[in-house]
């Protein structure tokens, strides 16, 4: 597929409408006529996706829109942690302007949980409903296993460092490469040289000491969330706008 930027506001939005047209026409805003996001692909741009925002100024994302299902899902995502330091800034003094990563990836995965829903209820064709829930497999593979993977490694890396343990490469490496085995079990044959370096994939994940967890208890509150709002419930649809403005 080649999803066109502005389709995939317009998708984001149309999944998020039981929050109401005030939260979208935010989002639109944000997205097509203010400039949040930096969504062009660029030569030595980073690779992944960011969002930052701070009371006073409207949130920035750092992406590079692709056209893909996984873009789309990336940007709906990153527009989950904006309106949520948007709604924050509005709501809180400065004090109380930054929220914890837990009700950060709640909000963010709660959007990616409601365009997936949207999608798949909007576009019957096979293939497209394929195309959703492959992307949706690899973000919950990511979620409930690498995250949990890399929150065990951080863990071990840790407690080497309170031990007064040497912490090199290959040590670190071939930590990573025993829990991926142990979490693959063993019909899976782990490339130790390859698998193993999977850490230094990850900067701000496993520089926020025991970050990494949080982004499966997160999606997990995030799906608890919406699958209460996609059923009629109206205390889960006011739930999200609460959480949002508290920060």
């Keep these: 597929m080649d999803i066109p930027y502005e389709q995939a506001v317009e998708w984001i939005a149309a999944g998020l409408k039981p929050l109401g047209e005030d939260y979208t026409a935010v989002l639109k805003r944000g997205a097509l006529e203010e400039r949040w996001v ?3 692909m660029n ?6 996706a960011f969002s930052s925002g701070i009371k006073g100024s409207h949130p920035f994302i750092m992406m590079s829109y692709d056209g ?16 949520h330091a948007y709604q924050t800034g509005q709501y809180q003094p400065f004090v109380y302007s930054r929220y914890g990563l837990f009700a950060a990836e709640v909000a963010s995965n709660f959007h990616q949980a409601m365009v997936r829903a949207y999608l798949l209820a909007s576009h019957p064709e096979p293939d497209f409903q394929l195309a959703v829930l492959q992307e949706a497999m690899s973000n919950f593979y990511r979620y409930f296993f690498t995250m949990p993977v890399l ?3 951080d863990l071990a890396m840790h407690e080497r460092a309170e031990r007064g343990e040497a912490m090199t490469a290959d040590i670190m490496n071939n930590t990573m490469a025993d829990i991926l085995q142990e979490g693959y079990g063993p019909n899976v044959v782990v490339d130790r040289q390859r698998d193993g370096c999977l850490w230094t994939q990850f900067s701000t994940h496993l520089y ?15 799906h608890a969330l919406a699958e209460g ?19």
């Design 208 to 222: 926020s000491n025991f970050y990494a967890y949080q982004y499966t208890t997160g999606i997990s509150g995030a």
């Design 229 to 247: 709002v996609l059923s009629g419930s109206a205390d889960a649809r006011g739930a999200l706008p609460g959480l949002l403005e508290s920060g």
């Design 68 to 83: 893909s299902l996984y873009s789309v899902s990336t940007l709906a995502h990153e527009m989950g942690h904006s309106l």
């Design 43 to 48: 030569k030595g741009k980073r690779f992944g």
């Design 38 to 40: 930096d969504s062009v």
């Design 151 to 153: 929150a065990i490694f």
